[in-house]
């Protein structure tokens, strides 16, 4: 959990790209108006098709100066076009800006690859220029010097947690003095090798998700990346730079089962950081992807606001995309609250009524309290974040 009584920490750039499009216009729309970026998709020819939410058109995976790299650090250089006006070229190195990139798979697709050629041609025909792409940290360099971040790059992993893990260690580092801003940017990629991955380990449904539905049978899996760089409030105002939203308070990880317990546990300590009470929360983005975990993150959203709360998931429009799905909820909730709503939850089915009771909005509904909270629940752990958005045109 990070202390934020001295300082206020706030997104003063936002990127995305995603299955549903990459502007806030298109996004917001799409999400308010119920749509669903999952989609039937065959990764090659002769291969059955699979119910995924893949980007489309494939974003060029070689950089301006012909160096190779994986679809994973390709999308998350694309989502942090929008924090930098170098449009790629390598930006001069800033001492002050730091970046840090979370991911959950990386770039297995690379990985698999290259260790297939050294099977099949040995040591001497492997390229070692697709070397670099092996390494979890690759794209971190990468996204280090596009943006000229030479304060530091890290990479973290840490499941489904790994974007709001990022953010909390983002405000730590600026308070500690290593930078004055971090870029924070998420990317996962889907790929043949990692669907086989994911059904051993996890609930697949190859259906239209529905998050808390009595139909539920498991996730779709999505792709997508997420840049935010954060600094605190009262360095962008003096620099007259655009807020989306501020950070209120985060609960760190809440360790254990993934069970109503743990959620709770993560949900009231961001309460208790923000010095919120839950009734003055306007609206809770879950983690609820279809799978049967969204029994014990219901509960645990039952136990801390009843039903008098909001409640909304937009990973049956995104698919389940990792690390990436928590900022893609803070950038819904932005986005969409921008326009005067909180987006709706798609589902085939009516509320799975052997949950305890919450207010799930099945359509969208009016933002009428800025305040909401992110939601991440992952295998071992739960996490949650207080964010404010911005009104007045995102001016702090």
């Known amino acids: 959990m990070i202390m934020t009584e001295s300082v206020t920490f706030g997104i003063t750039g936002l990127g995305i790209i995603s299955a549903l499009g990459k502007s806030a216009s298109m996004i917001s729309r799409k999400l308010l108006s119920g749509n669903s970026a999952v ?7 002769g291969a059955p098709e699979l119910t995924v939410a893949r980007i489309q058109p494939t974003v060029k995976t070689i950089t301006p100066n012909r160096w190779p790299i994986s679809r994973a650090t390709a999308l998350a250089l694309e989502a942090t076009r929008t924090l930098s006006s170098q449009n790629g070229t390598p930006a001069e190195p800033d001492p002050r800006l730091g970046l840090i990139h979370a991911t959950a798979y990386g770039s297995l697709q690379s990985l698999l690859n290259y260790q297939s050629d050294l099977r099949r041609f040995g040591i001497n025909r492997a ?41 909390e260690t983002a405000c730590q580092l600026i308070m500690t003095g290593a930078a004055d801003r971090v870029a924070v940017v998420t990317s996962e990629e889907l790929s043949p090798e990692l669907i086989p991955i994911l059904e051993t380990s996890d609930e697949l449904d190859w259906r239209t998700p529905d998050p808390f539905g009595a139909k539920r049978a498991g996730y779709v899996p999505g792709e997508a990346a997420v840049a935010m760089m954060l600094e605190p409030v009262e360095q962008a105002r003096a620099a007259g730079r655009k807020v989306y939203a501020l950070l209120r308070g985060c609960s760190g990880f809440s360790s254990g089962p993934q069970t109503a317990e743990t959620c709770e546990q993560a949900l009231r300590k961001a309460l208790d950081e923000a010095q919120l009470a839950p009734a003055e929360v306007g609206c809770v983005m879950a983690s609820a992807n279809g799978s049967q975990h969204d029994a014990a993150e219901a509960d645990g959203i039952a136990a801390t606001f009843g039903e008098s709360v909001p409640v909304t998931s937009v990973k049956a429009a995104f698919g389940e995309c990792a690390a990436s799905g928590a900022l893609l909820s803070i950038a819904a909730a932005i986005f969409c609250a921008g326009v005067g709503y909180y987006p709706p939850t798609i589902g085939r089915s009516k509320y799975d009524r052997e949950l305890k009771p919450i207010q799930l909005l099945r359509a969208k509904s009016k933002a009428r309290n800025p305040i909401f909270m992110v939601n991440a629940f992952s295998r071992n752990s739960g996490g949650s974040q207080i964010w404010q958005f911005m009104q007045k045109q995102g001016r702090a």
């Open 39 to 45: 989609s039937k998709f065959a990764f090659q020819a």
């Open 127 to 167: 390229s070692p220029m697709q070397f670099p792409n092996t390494i979890l940290h690759a794209a971190a360099s990468f996204l280090s010097v596009s943006m000229g971040a030479a304060a530091f790059n890290i990479t973290l992993s840490s499941e489904g947690l790994s974007g709001l893990d990022a953010i």
